[in-house]
Nanobody, 124 residues
Framework: QVQLVESGGGSVQAGASLRLSCEASGRTYSTYAMGWFRQAAGKEREFVSA????????NYANSVKGRFTISRDKDKNTVYLQMNSLKPEDTAVYYC?????????????????WGQGTQVTVSS
């Protein structure tokens, strides 16, 4: 089992930047991929971005492509989500997730461990 703890959320104005962090502990050696999802009030959880832990291959939702960047620090067992040019529609609780094996990185059901979430609020 992998434990995940997110940090870095907050309230910002549109156009600002935030960097989310997700530190993994436990059986991190078995992690194949890590992802970020978000859930706005009254909406379903949606895929934001994912990274394959070993090779660093990344994936992004179309809505964040070009604005968000996912990265990882293997030594710190931490994955980051750099969010630039934030928009009000980015407002949501952001969750970090880890998968032992995965075929569709955008599918939440394929992730095995989840963090508690961190709130991001973007005002216009």
């Amino acid at each position: 089992q992998v434990q995940l703890v997110e940090s870095g959320g907050g309230s910002v104005q549109a156009g600002a930047s935030l960097r989310l962090s997700c530190e993994a502990s436990g059986r991190t050696y078995s992690t194949y991929a890590m992802g970020w999802f978000r859930q706005a009030a009254g909406k379903e959880r949606e895929f934001v971005s994912a990274i394959i832990w070993s090779g660093g291959v990344t994936n992004y939702a179309n809505s964040v492509k070009g604005r968000f960047t996912i990265s990882r620090d293997k030594d710190k067992n931490t994955v980051y989500l750099q969010m630039n040019s934030l928009k009000p529609e980015d407002t949501a609780v952001y969750y970090c997730a880890a998968a032992l094996r995965i075929s569709l990185v955008f599918r939440a059901s394929q992730y095995d461990s989840w963090g508690q979430g961190t709130q991001v609020t973007v005002s216009s």
